[in-house]
Nanobody, 126 residues
Framework: QVQLVESGGGLVQAGGSLRLSCAAS????????MGWFRQPPGKERDFVAA????????YYADSVKGRFTISRDNAKKTVSLQMNSVKPEDTAVYYC???????????????????WGQGTQVTVSS
């Protein structure tokens, strides 16, 4: 089993910054990916960003490209999401996820990920 715990959510003004972290524990994988998804109130859970653990390759949704940065800390088994120039439309519950075998081109699919965290609320005020 894998446990994921997100932290760092909160209230931030538009144009500000916030950093989310996700700590992983439990079984380990040899070649996996970690991703961030978000779910605004009353809407579907959508892809935000992902990183392949071994190579460090990153992938972003168009809506956050240039504003958000995903990174990993191998020693601490954590993945972070640096959110800059946030907008009110970034308001959502943010979820961390791990996928054992995320195929090229499927980074944005919820079905590519096997384990999920409980989510952390991010609210951006205008």
């Amino acid at each position: 089993q894998v446990q994921l715990v997100e932290s760092g959510g909160g209230l931030v003004q538009a144009g500000g910054s916030l950093r989310l972290s996700c700590a992983a524990s439990g079984r380990t994988f040899t070649n996996y990916a970690m991703g961030w998804f978000r779910q605004p109130p009353g809407k579907e859970r959508d892809f935000v960003a992902a990183i392949r653990w071994r190579s460090g390759s990153t992938y972003y949704a168009d809506s956050v490209k240039g504003r958000f940065t995903i990174s990993r800390d191998n020693a601490k088994k954590t993945v972070s999401l640096q959110m800059n120039s946030v907008k009110p439309e970034d308001t959502a519950v943010y979820y961390c996820a791990v996928g054992e075998r995320v195929l090229t081109g499927t980074w944005n699919l919820r079905s590519s990920y096997d384990y999920w965290g409980q989510g952390t609320q991010v609210t951006v005020s205008s």
